[in-house]
C-alpha cells in the first residue's frame, strides 16, 4: 500500500511539472505570433520538417523527445503566411 502511494505521489509531481513546461512553451509560441519566420530560425535552429498548405501557408514544426518517466515527445508548429510572418501557432505533447 506504501509502495502504491509512492507511485501515485511520483504520478502528481511528474503532471505538475509537466504542465509548468507545456504553459511556458505556450507563452514562448504566443510571442512569435506577429514575428518573421527567418528571426525565429535564427533563434531555434532548423526546423525538424515544414509542410505547404493548399492556402499557400507555409507550417514549420519542431519536435523533441523527452522523458522523466517514460519517453515523451511535444512539436511545436508555428503557420506562416507568405510574406514570412507566423499567424498561428500548436503544441502538441504525445507519448511516444
Known sequence: ????????????????????????????LENYIGQNIDNIVLTKGVATSTFQTSTGSKIYEWKKVYGIIGKNCW??????????????????????
Not at 502504491?4 to 513546461?21: D, E, V
Not at 512539436?75 to 505533447?93: M, P, W
Open 1 to 28: 500500500m506504501n509502495q502504491l502511494k509512492n507511485i501515485i505521489l511520483l504520478g502528481l509531481i511528474f503532471c505538475y511539472l509537466a504542465s509548468c513546461g507545456t504553459t511556458q512553451r505556450i507563452e514562448a
Open 75 to 96: 512539436a511545436e508548429r508555428l503557420v506562416v503566411d507568405k510574406k514570412g510572418i507566423v499567424t498561428q501557432y500548436a503544441l502538441s505533447v504525445l507519448l511516444c
